[in-house]
């Protein structure tokens, strides 16, 4: 079978969160499966620059809207998998992450940037590609790529199945009426049974629509957002597609995150030998000025800073974990108050536990040797993970309506 993975994000060049990992694991784990698959991804500077002689192959035109000409690349992952690499420049070769800026705000054309990557996945997947390499499936991910089922919709002639996989619900890509004429999508598509969402264009609302699958991370996420609490005003959707809805629980690279073998860690070992963990244990102390007590316990939390990540509540209890005694160590970013909160509770706690709000970019696979990589790797104070934020609207200015998304987005950063 012949599958397009279509993504916003690929590890390690441009990740901001667990989509990353998975577009850089899964289809290398379908393809050793014996499925052809290939990687749709922006043009991102760091990716670019990796893949310097990556051989333009196409160059879709036509696509409607405001749409610009790109071009194709392609290239070969060090995995083995083949990548198609977006190259637009006015629009990927921005410095911040893949959707904020170097100040933390949203690209203000992320509906462009992002309808031109659906755009160009269905077109991959529709009777227009020039390619010769034609998918079977078009293997969406989360709302960057979730138009793209729409443009299959309302394409005519032969096209490619569309799954959607929902990575986090909260995140939904919501824009204005406007958009819809900008990203080359026709007038009947602006119905409840199309991309329209409560007066607003939401590309992750018009891949449920119009998908012919959806899988969701895990079968209790798949569950949890069809219920009214859990399913962020899309429940109602997701249980009338209950029976294309399927929950798959994610996997991770054994090969990448095997201790036995990574030759980034300070000291390698495994579940048969775990002596040297105690060396990276006492090594992380040290970077990050915690008492060196090896009878201590060493808690570590990587996530979000969200209360969708049940972040207040480790607040709510980190003053009696400190007291066990126990040394505590959170890696993240997120709500303000969340970040401050922790950051006061580590203060009075003889140095026990540790917030950082510093932003700095990890180098990714830029860094080379082994003890400069394990401190990037776990020196948790010093770097956080940039965060995966939905798009603000356009126009702020008009009406409470942006005001009430801007609040209600704030609540469900991951």
Excluded at 87 to 109: A, I, S
Excluded at 141 to 165: C, E, F, I, M, V
Aim: glycine share 10%; aromatic share 6%.
């Amino acid at each position: 079978m012949k599958v397009l993975f279509a993504t916003s994000e690929l590890g390690p060049w441009a990740k901001t969160g667990g989509l990353g990992d998975v577009a850089s694991a899964l289809p290398a784990a379908l393809r050793a499966m014996g499925q052809d698959v290939r990687i749709l991804v922006p043009g991102y500077r760091s990716l670019l620059e990796s893949f310097p002689d990556a051989v333009e192959v196409a160059r879709p035109r036509l696509l409607g809207g405001l749409l610009p000409v790109p071009v194709l690349r392609k290239a070969l992952a060090p995995n083995g998998t083949p990548l198609l690499l977006l190259d637009y420049p006015p629009y990927f070769d921005r410095p911040g992450n893949p959707y904020l800026g170097p100040e933390g705000r949203d690209w203000l054309d992320n509906h462009l940037r992002f309808g031109l990557l659906s755009r160009v996945a269905a077109w991959l997947g529709s009777k227009a590609s020039t390619l010769d390499w034609k998918p079977h499936v078009l293997h969406c991910n989360d709302w960057q790529t979730g138009l793209a089922p729409a443009y299959l919709h309302y394409l005519p002639g032969r096209r490619a199945k569309s799954l959607l996989t929902l990575h986090n619900l909260a995140f939904q890509g919501l824009f204005d009426h406007a958009s819809l004429f900008e990203l080359g999508l026709p007038d009947e598509a602006w119905h409840t049974e199309g991309v329209e969402y409560h007066g607003y264009l939401s590309f992750l609302k018009a891949g449920l629509q119009l998908a012919d699958a959806i899988t969701a991370v895990s079968p209790s996420y798949a569950r949890e957002i069809q219920t009214d609490a859990g399913g962020m005003g899309l429940a109602g959707l997701l249980r009338h597609r209950a029976g294309q809805l399927h929950g798959i629980l994610n996997g991770i690279d054994a090969e990448t995150w095997d201790p036995a073998t990574d030759h980034y860690l300070l000291q390698k070992y495994s579940a048969s030998d775990l002596a040297a963990k105690a060396v990276n244990k006492a090594e992380l102390q040290a970077q990050l000025g915690l008492e060196q007590r090896a009878d201590l316990p060493l808690l570590a939390v990587v996530s979000r800073l969200t209360e969708q990540k049940g972040l207040d509540l480790l607040l709510e209890v980190a003053p009696e974990v400190l007291k066990l005694p126990a040394q505590l160590v959170v890696l993240g970013c997120g709500t303000p108050a969340l970040e401050q909160g922790l950051e006061g509770a580590g203060a009075p706690a003889s140095r026990r536990m540790l917030g950082d709000r510093r932003l700095r970019r990890s180098a990714g696979p830029s860094h080379r040797g082994r003890r400069r990589h394990f401190r990037h790797a776990v020196a948790l104070r010093a770097l956080r993970p940039e965060p995966d934020v939905q798009p603000a609207l356009r126009h702020p200015a008009r009406g409470s309506r942006h005001r009430r998304t801007r609040r209600y987005r704030d609540r469900c950063r991951r």
